[in-house]
């Protein structure tokens, strides 16, 4: 596996993302952390990761960040563009009507395939949580 994918992988793993606005469905959600990783935004990002309990706490918000700055330094800006240029054909929602699913083959990118997002809906906003 390519390192841009690998870093790109543990970006994912950590994001969740950006405008508080647009998240009332899961493809907002994950559209919203393309957009704020492509642009290289660590406040965005990490504004959009959460769990059960809500996102994620001011106290760890900043180690997010930080740890978003040092992956996107070693970015490269076609990565930055091809995360830009992606989009979510489809989400799987899961029996649990707050759980769903955004496969790798449910991006259409132009670059290395994407891994998978799972995403939660906590007080009626979709939020990522995990990569499986």
């Known amino acids: 596996m390519p390192v841009g994918v690998l870093a790109l992988s ?3 793993v950590l994001a969740g993302c950006s405008p508080e606005s647009g998240r009332a469905h899961p493809i907002d959600a994950a559209e ?3 957009a704020a990783l492509a642009d ?3 406040q965005d990002a990490c504004a959009m ?3 059960e309990s809500g996102p ?3 106290g760890e918000r900043a180690d997010c960040e930080a740890w978003l700055n040092r992956s996107f330094a070693q970015m490269t800006d076609s990565e930055a563009d091809a995360i830009g240029d992606a989009t979510v054909e489809t989400v799987t929602l899961t029996q649990d009507p707050s759980r769903a699913r ?3 083959d449910d991006f259409e990118t132009p670059g290395e395939a994407l891994p998978t997002l799972e995403l939660i809906k906590v007080e009626d906003r979709w939020y990522v949580t995990d990569m499986p």
């Open 10 to 12: 543990g970006i994912l």
């Open 40 to 42: 290289r935004d660590p």
């Open 49 to 51: 990761f959460a769990d």
């Open 32 to 34: 919203a952390l393309l």
């Open 56 to 58: 994620i706490p001011d």
């Open 102 to 104: 955004v496969r790798s």
